[in-house]
């Protein structure tokens, strides 16, 4: 090829597009989402950011870290076109919840991870993109009338509509198969809805997702709790195959001295009175929340940011994180942790709760907290904090949330005999998200313990192919030895 025909080298634009978002000082006053979404235009140049590179040997793409495998060069191809439509078509072979996920995915260590754009520049923006065209399918109303094949002629129940159980739901009910979800609470979407706070997704979305769900043919009934109305055998008389995915809704607590006292709450309990019973539009809704002048929020997680970010809504004076390792160690998403800086919550790192303090009428009044340094890494890779003696401090609080993390929902391993768990409480499943209990499969948080949306989703959709195959290829189960196996691995 001559010289001058070569194809220069596409210019690449360094960074992403800007998000438009609420000014800090606007939103610690309201619950209104913080990012408002780019418009199309952005959407396109964004897109024209990609590369669109191949596969090889050696190279990995940014589709080789999304567990929902969406093939993420084909969508941003017909975004660069500005064909939407199609776009948002790709997503949804692959994707339940894409207005979801395109707000709440840790995208630097997936997809956009792997973005070969990033080894230089920043990557390309694959969360905004989701994002954008899921908006714009909404806004166009562009979801249309979802075409469904023949009845199969198979039943299944899915126990716990939150991700995973939304995504089973999904995908089997696309192919054919009749799917019921059973939901203990009035609403589908589990942390969805009563964990990630309305600034960071709104309510009106997982609705506008659940209802995708919905009309492609699946049955949900809410405020039906399996394990008490009916249990996982009485499930299996009426159904081919049950799906178990109800998360983990348990808190874990410090079991520190005084964490019995008044205004020391799990953060399971705060975001739920939140978001879910509508504390903070209170007294328009019967959920009174206080929250006093400073609120101390303990972990250095999303679910900790969550907490902080609300509590300067609610009306604290100070919020504050305190978190046992250092800024680089601070397990949340780096833009939870940049949104709460912004707005003004107040780190406390390398410090860690000793007791909790009341007064006379057994409400808390302080935490006592001690400074650490950091040693070798731990199992987690990252560095084992180590108490520095006499550095023992006081902070003052009239509200203390425990945010250091969520265990298996325990109700339906519990009436579920046979159904062997770990020694963490999660139920034991293969790779293909299988049971000790023929018929039946789990996935999601109770099965991997508390993980991230997009993992539940993954889960979800592994679940479903093995469901589907399961009922119309290979009926074979694994023996009992395996379980008892994977019980004490893991």
């Known amino acids: 090829m001559a010289e ?29 989402e913080v990012p408002v979404g780019q418009d199309a235009q952005t ?31 084909a969508f941003i191809k017909k975004t660069q076109e500005g064909n939407f439509e199609e776009a948002i078509k790709i997503i ?41 065209l899921a908006d714009w399918e909404r806004n166009e109303q562009k979801h249309g009338k979802i075409e469904l094949p023949a009845p199969t002629g198979k039943k299944i ?73 009916d249990t996982v055998d009485d499930l299996l008389k009426e159904y081919d195959v ?16 005084g964490e019995n006292l008044n205004g020391i709450l799990s953060a399971n309990e705060y975001l739920t009175r939140v978001n879910l019973m509508k504390g903070y539009r209170f007294p328009e809704y019967d959920t009174p929340i206080r929250v006093g002048e400073r609120v101390v929020t303990i972990g250095g997680g999303n679910v900790a940011m969550d907490c902080a970010r609300t509590s300067l809504r609610l009306g604290c004076k100070e919020s504050v994180i305190l978190y046992r390792r250092s800024d680089a160690e601070l397990p949340a998403r780096r833009e939870e942790v940049h949104h709460a800086k912004d707005e003004g919550v107040r780190f406390e790192l390398l410090a860690a709760p000793l007791e909790f303090i009341g007064d006379d009428c057994g409400n808390v009044r302080q935490v006592k907290a001690i400074r650490m340094q950091l040693g070798e890494p731990d199992a987690s890779g990252r560095r084992r904090p180590i108490k520095i003696p006499g550095s023992e401090f006081l902070i003052d609080a009239q509200t ?7 265990s298996p929902n325990p109700l339906v391993p519990m009436t579920t005999p046979d159904l062997k768990t770990t020694k963490e409480g999660t139920i034991a ?34 679940a479903a192919k093995a469901m589907h195959k399961y009922l119309t290829e290979d009926p074979s189960w694994p023996s009992p030895e395996v379980f008892e196996k994977l019980s004490c691995e893991m």
Request: hydrophobic share 35%; aromatic share 6%; proline share 7%.
């Open 429 to 462: 499943v293969d790779s293909e998200g299988r049971t000790s209990k023929k018929g039946v499969f789990a996935g999601g948080d109770i099965a991997s313990g508390a993980a991230t949306v997009i993992l539940a989703m993954g889960d979800g959709k592994r």
């Open 242 to 257: 049950v799906f178990v995915g109800t998360g983990a809704g348990l808190p874990d607590w410090t079991n520190l001295p």
């Open 4 to 32: 001058e025909e070569k194809k220069a080298p596409k210019k690449i634009v360094p960074k992403k597009y800007p998000m438009p978002e609420q000014k800090p000082e606007e939103r610690v006053h309201n619950f209104n």
């Open 92 to 132: 949804r072979e692959k994707q339940n919840l894409p207005a979801v996920c395109g707000r709440v995915c840790p995208y630097e260590n997936q997809c956009e991870g792997l973005c070969i754009v990033g080894k230089k520049n920043e990557p390309v923006g694959i969360g905004r993109l989701e994002r954008f």
């Open 157 to 229: 129940a899915v126990v716990g509509g939150g991700p995973a159980g939304l995504t089973v739901a999904g995908d089997l009910a696309r192919i054919g198969h009749k799917v019921t979800i059973f939901e203990a609470l009035q609403y589908c979407g589990g942390v969805l809805i009563y964990g990630i706070p309305e600034f960071r997704l709104p309510k009106e979305i997982v609705r506008s997702e659940v209802d995708y769900i919905r009309r492609s043919g699946v049955e949900i009934h809410n405020d039906y709790v399996i394990g008490k109305l």
């Open 400 to 406: 203390v949330l425990i945010a250091i993390g969520q």
């Open 43 to 73: 959407a396109i140049l964004e897109a024209q950011r990609c590369l669109q590179c191949k596969r090889g040997p050696n190279r990995k793409l940014c589709m080789d870290g999304c567990p929902v495998e969406i093939d993420i060069p």
